[in-house]
């Protein structure tokens, strides 16, 4: 019997334990370092991307996820006559988007839907899972893609970064560059919005910083139920515990999730950010 394979890609940032409870596929984005490239999160992991991004004179540079693995990805679905649902990361962050509609054209007549899900990180995440458990529950290819563009108005994600040299350098900054050049001892708060970084507002501390992510979260949310949450962050875990239950303590939630951005991801935001993601009223 015919089955629906969601696919998503590394920089949804979903708890490992997850992927495999929903067998989700993951196409890892790609990491470029001197002269050797790497798979998101199968050949490089977060705690060596970090530890070695403190001592390395080279940066890192990204490309997105190849046409290859998602031509292999699908092809492995359809050639076992299965369906295929990908949600991923924002067209206007990366062309991952473009590398999987390339790889559909090599699979003429093959069922295979590509959503934008217009976000990133967990709030991707959440937009994957909410395709998976439907799915689970019996939704088909059609069903299961036009609940993913629902949501899309339904997630978001407000982060915290140390500094805004990473976004400019890899060129993902938005509308955050009217903070260029001002900051100072100043914390930006960021956020990803219409699919792009954009600007919320600037507080002086890192703790302040934390408590206005919840409070701008909260105002997001506006009420609606019921809620999921997930934190995030680039090496800096006990910020993010801290800030998941800063939330927690405020916002009634039926899931709650602890997630570490990718190799990927950190080459743009920087070590040290932290972030809270929401899906509300799905």
């Given at each position: ?28 984005q ?39 693995d ?28 473009d ?61 915290a ?29 960021l956020?990803?919005r ?89």
């Amino acid at each position: 019997m015919s089955k629906i394979v969601l696919v998503t890609d590394s920089t949804a940032g979903i708890p490992a334990e997850l992927v495999e409870k929903y067998h989700i596929q993951v196409a890892p984005q790609i990491l470029v370092w001197g002269d050797k490239t790497y798979r998101d999160g199968v050949d490089i992991k977060p705690d060596a991307f970090y530890a070695r991004l403190e001592t390395e004179s080279i940066m890192p540079t990204t490309s997105q996820a190849t046409i290859g693995d998602f031509k292999q990805i699908f092809t492995q679905a359809v050639e076992q006559g299965d369906q295929v649902l990908a949600v991923l990361l924002s067209n206007k962050l990366s062309g991952t988007i473009d590398s999987a509609l390339q790889a559909r054209e090599m699979l003429p007549g093959a069922q295979i839907e590509i959503v934008d899900s217009q976000t990133v990180a967990m709030a991707l995440g959440f937009l994957a899972l909410h395709a998976a458990r439907a799915i689970e529950q019996g939704a088909n290819l059609a069903e299961a893609k036009a609940l993913v563009e629902k949501a899309r108005a339904n997630v978001g994600v407000v982060f915290a970064v140390d500094t805004l040299e990473f976004l400019h350098r890899g060129g993902r900054i938005g509308g955050a560059s009217r903070f260029l050049g001002t900051l100072l001892n100043f914390k930006p708060i960021l956020e990803v919005r219409g699919g792009k970084v954009e600007a919320v507002e600037r507080v002086r501390t890192r703790k302040k910083s934390l408590q206005r992510v919840v409070e701008l979260v909260e105002e997001r949310i506006g009420g609606r139920k019921p809620v999921r949450l997930a934190t995030l962050h680039a090496a800096a875990p006990e910020d993010a515990q801290e800030l998941l239950d800063m939330a927690s303590a405020r916002i009634e939630a039926v899931e709650r999730l602890f997630s570490e951005v990718s190799p990927v991801i950190g080459t743009h935001a920087g070590p040290g950010t932290v972030g809270l993601v929401y899906m509300a009223g799905m």
